[in-house]
């Protein structure tokens, strides 16, 4: 019996593909390939339903209900029997539809009410395309083999549709894929508008053959790229086999995958199947995805990632299809992808207009690359790289989250009006350059820069900025697959001092952990990595980094200040460790007779609530303090900063959040310790003049805010504000955004 099935599954592939190759419109090819279906597995119905938008199934083509209702019925997704294979991904079997929950009947279609149904998603590598049914009068369960049969072909449908062989004419009701304009919403990760045209990082496999004719030749295709699949991976386990234990045991459960014998034994039955081996491939990939993606674990679902990357790069083998397909990157290249890492953003550079992700979150290393190439970058755009083509036209607003994929006239004329109207805004800033920023009560407020590339520091001359307030390290250790060596990081850390020209650089040592996670090293399973085991914790567990790190910081400052910052500092003790193991580097370099430092100053980030109580010593101890305000507000209002539904409802101009600042001003005040504010909201004009007025004298922000936090600043007097933001306490106002800006609008 199986032989018999394998045989009459690889008899309807082979249909397939002649239908594939025959000439024809993408309806022709619907109605042909739902007759063979229907033919071969001997029932009296199969339809295909493709998605029309996210929401919503389309009847698109049938054997066996009435024609008319082709492009007429359509389904929401969840709706129906049909509705529930596409929202779960999983196939429906069922000997007695009307008893099943959720059936719906359909009387425009013409059918009877059959008795069994088989229903199976058409998907593609997690991306969902429709649905596949057939259905019969006689009530009974279809086979193991007839279900894995229709699995393979609806596999093999996807592949069709990748391939255009389903689009639409102007005549017919079927889509008229990658024609028309697109809007994504998506989430702000850095602002900005930019124009250009699509760059996908990682331009899909395209499976030109998905069927096999001869399995033993298919097999043996699939050995040898497997066999180079897995030479490779070694390769990478020998690279890091210095480094350090997680960066080994990560690799280690890589190379685990790549020779897992089951994994090439399902890939081998479904080119049985009559699959070829790139569509095997695949199939296996689109099957991983689907059991790990309900996993409750989530170190099994982290895992996901790794099967998708063995997959995709098997499938590189297979197809020669590498990541160079021989397409010119666009001018103005706007950065389409699923996710990235920071090696290959940093690896395009200021090239890039834009990025815009499926994946990604607000204070992911992509996005603090993003931050400091000063792109926009917009997160969580569902589907794009299935829907953009390379060339595409795109308009990204990372003020909004907004993406427009080949955008109508009006649309692009908008756009470019809003980026004149800012280009214009900024030549305006230019000529405040060289100038203070000074109130008109003669109060000045030193306006630093945040940083972490040595791509930032020509923006140190010509954005004005007085220093470097936040110096980001880790991003020399994200964009590496192992841990950079001291050497390397203190030329870094000169050269960076050396292009900075005597201004002062505010280092942050190490601070990963939460959603920065080093290539090689382990990650966590934490349930809130944002209050788990990340930066300073990460530093006093792992000394031999931090040691390493503040030595290279160390040699890099001979013959000049050194300024450190230890970050997510939460107690005293935590600032009095990290200060000690400075102090013991600074000893031990004098030992070895290495030139020092002209002077050292050491300060913590104030980014937990819980250190505006410190005690007295502390402030007296640090050498200077600088608030996280985005660390802090998460941790002040308990809204996840990763989370769009809260992390927008709390305002930094709440009166609660204001009396803390005002709070720790006077703590760092008392004990004569500067202070100064990073972090987004230092570069959002209303917001900078406000914590000046409180009496923050230095702000340090992205560079592009400089111009104008500037040019407000200059326009106030913060002696007057400050009365509005009393006054307006006074009265009992709970937020002060309404009373500041009302009162800047009369200035």
Same mark, same amino acid.
């Given at each position: ?14 249909? !397939? ?44 083509? #049938?054997?066996? !209900? ?27 079997? #069922? ?56 699995? $393979? ?34 989430? &702000? ?36 790229? &497997? ?22 045991? &990560? ?9 897992? @014998? ?62 160079? #397909? ?42 603090? &690359? ?66 203070p920023a000074s109130a008109k009560c003669g109060t000045t407020i030193q306006l630093y820069m945040n940083a972490g590339l040595m791509a930032d520091l020509p923006s140190l001359e010509n954005s004005g900025a007085e220093g470097v307030g936040l110096f980001r390290t880790e991003l020399q250790f994200l964009a590496r697959t192992r841990v950079p060596r001291r050497g390397e990081l203190a030329a870094l850390y000169t050269k960076v001092l050396e292009n900075a020209q005597g201004k002062p650089v505010m280092f942050r040592t190490l601070d990963i952990g939460s959603d920065k996670v080093l290539p090689y090293m382990k990650p966590q399973d934490e349930p809130n990595p944002a209050m788990g085991w990340r930066a300073i914790r990460v530093g006093l567990d792992k000394r031999g980094v931090l040691r390493m790190q503040l030595q290279a910081l160390i040699r890099a400052s001979v013959g000049r200040p050194l300024y450190v910052m230890f970050p997510f500092i939460t107690e005293m003790n935590e600032f009095e460790e990290a200060h000690r193991l400075l102090m013991e580097q ?59 539904? $809260? ?24 004990? @004569? ?35 104008? $936090? ?5 326009? $106030?007097? !913060? ?29």
């Amino acid at each position: 019996m199986p032989e018999r099935k394998d045989s009459d599954s690889r008899k309807l592939l082979l249909r !397939l593909r002649e239908i594939l190759a025959a000439p024809g419109g993408g309806q022709d090819r619907l109605d042909r390939i739902t007759h063979h279906i229907a033919d071969s597995m001997g029932t009296q119905v199969c339809s295909i339903y493709l998605f029309r938008d996210p929401e919503t199934l389309e009847l698109c083509a #049938t054997e066996g !209900l009435k024609p008319e209702s082709v492009h007429k019925t359509r389904l929401r997704l969840g709706e129906g029997l049909v509705g529930r294979v596409a929202r779960s991904g999983r196939y429906v079997n #069922t000997a007695d539809a009307p008893s099943e929950p959720g059936f719906r009947y359909m009387p425009e279609t013409g059918e009877e009410v059959y008795s069994s149904f088989l229903g199976v998603p058409i998907q593609r590598v997690g991306e969902k395309l429709g649905v596949l049914v057939v259905q019969s009068r006689d009530a009974r369960l279809f086979t193991d083999d007839e279900l894995y049969g229709l699995d $393979v072909v609806a596999m093999v449908l996807a592949e069709m549709a990748e391939l255009g062989a389903f689009l639409g004419s102007q005549s017919d009701g079927m889509p008229l894929q990658h024609r028309f304009p697109i809007v994504f919403r998506g989430g &702000v990760a850095q602002e900005g508008v930019a124009e250009g045209r699509v760059w996908l990082h990682e331009p899909r496999v395209v499976i030109a053959n998905p069927v096999g004719e001869d399995p033993l030749k298919e097999k043996a295709r699939l050995t040898e790229g &497997v066999a180079m699949l897995r030479t490779t991976v070694d390769s990478m386990l020998a690279a890091t086999s210095m480094a350090a234990g997680d960066s080994a045991e &990560v690799m280690e459960t890589y190379r685990m995958f790549a020779h897992s @014998r089951s994994w090439l034994r399902r890939m081998e039955e479904a080119i049985d199947r009559g699959l070829s081996a790139e569509a095997a491939v695949e199939k296996e990939q689109s099957q991983a995805r689907a059991r790990l993606e309900s996993a409750a674990d989530p170190y099994l679902r982290d895992r996901l990632h790794d099967l998708d990357d063995l997959s995709n790069r098997l499938l590189r083998i297979l197809t020669g299809q590498g990541k160079d #397909t021989g397409a010119e990157m666009p001018e103005n290249p706007i950065l389409v992808a699923r996710n990235i890492g920071p090696a290959d953003l940093l690896d395009y550079g200021r090239k890039l207009r834009g990025v815009v992700l499926e994946e990604g979150s607000v204070g992911s290393h992509a996005t603090v &690359v993003a931050r400091a190439l000063a792109i926009p970058l917009v997160i969580h755009a569902e589907r794009i790289t299935s829907e953009a083509l390379n060339g595409d036209q795109i308009f990204v607003d990372g003020d909004t989250g907004m993406v427009h994929l080949r955008p109508e006239e009006t649309i692009a004329k908008a756009y470019r009006d809003k980026m004149a109207m800012q280009a214009e805004a900024q030549q305006r800033y230019a000529g405040l350059r060289d100038l203070p920023a000074s109130a008109k009560c003669g109060t000045t407020i030193q306006l630093y820069m945040n940083a972490g590339l040595m791509a930032d520091l020509p923006s140190l001359e010509n954005s004005g900025a007085e220093g470097v307030g936040l110096f980001r390290t880790e991003l020399q250790f994200l964009a590496r697959t192992r841990v950079p060596r001291r050497g390397e990081l203190a030329a870094l850390y000169t050269k960076v001092l050396e292009n900075a020209q005597g201004k002062p650089v505010m280092f942050r040592t190490l601070d990963i952990g939460s959603d920065k996670v080093l290539p090689y090293m382990k990650p966590q399973d934490e349930p809130n990595p944002a209050m788990g085991w990340r930066a300073i914790r990460v530093g006093l567990d792992k000394r031999g980094v931090l040691r390493m790190q503040l030595q290279a910081l160390i040699r890099a400052s001979v013959g000049r200040p050194l300024y450190v910052m230890f970050p997510f500092i939460t107690e005293m003790n935590e600032f009095e460790e990290a200060h000690r193991l400075l102090m013991e580097q600074i000893a031990r370099e004098q030992r070895l007779g290495h030139g020092m430092p002209t002077d050292v100053r050491v300060g913590a980030m104030l980014e937990t609530p819980s250190l505006a109580f410190a005690p007295k010593k502390f402030f007296e101890m640090c050498d200077f303090i600088s608030v996280g305000g985005n660390d802090l507000k998460q941790f002040f209002f308990a809204a996840d900063r990763e989370n769009e539904r $809260v992390r927008r409802r709390y305002d930094t101009l709440n009166t609660s959040f204001i009396s803390l600042l005002e709070q720790i001003l006077q703590r760092c005040n008392d004990a @004569r310790v500067p202070v100064s504010f990073c972090g987004e909201d230092a570069g959002r004009p209303i917001e900078a003049v406000t914590f000046a007025a409180l009496g923050f004298r230095r702000l340090s922000m992205r560079p592009a805010s400089i111009g104008p $936090v500037k040019h407000l600043i200059r326009r $106030v007097d !913060l002696s007057e504000l400050r009365r509005v933001i009393d006054d307006a306490r006074d009265i009992g106002e709970t937020n002060l955004r309404g009373p500041v800006t009302d009162w800047l609008a009369r200035q």
